[in-house]
Nanobody, 124 residues
Framework: QVQLVESGGGLVQAGGSLRLSCAASRRTFSTYGVGWFRQAPGKEREFVASISVSGRSTGYADSVKGRFTISRDNAKNTAYLQMNSLKPEDPASYYC?????????????????WGQGTQVTVSS
């Protein structure tokens, strides 16, 4: 089973940018749809973005549309989440996840492999 490791989190000022990476342990990563989710303290884990196996199809939560961009490099077994114009409501632990659903999914239950998360903090 593929294992996922996120990196790139940190502290950034409001309006700033961060790029999160999700490195997979196996080449089979290229056969999985990928999603990014986030969870703030006391809240449910929520969908942020998803990307298909090919990378040609993406989806975003309304709250991040136009600010965040999901991408993947299958040759490097890595997915990315570019976060621009970060807002005070964006801080959370960010998780990447893999799903056998080739198009990716907004549904958390479709994902069977999760990373350990990376923390994003935004200062105002």
């Amino acid at each position: 089973q593929v294992q996922l490791v996120e990196s790139g989190g940190g502290l950034v000022q409001a309006g700033g940018s961060l790029r999160l990476s999700c490195a997979a342990s196996r080449r089979t990563f290229s056969t999985y749809g990928v999603g990014w989710f986030r969870q703030a303290p006391g809240k449910e884990r929520e969908f942020v973005a998803s990307i298909s196996v090919s990378g040609r199809s993406t989806g975003y939560a309304d709250s991040v549309k136009g600010r965040f961009t999901i991408s993947r490099d299958n040759a490097k077994n890595t997915a990315y989440l570019q976060m621009n114009s970060l807002k005070p409501e964006d801080p959370a632990s960010y998780y990447c996840a893999a799903t056998p659903t080739s198009m990716g999914s907004r549904n958390r239950s479709q994902y069977n492999t999760w990373g350990q998360g990376t923390q994003v903090t935004v200062s105002s």
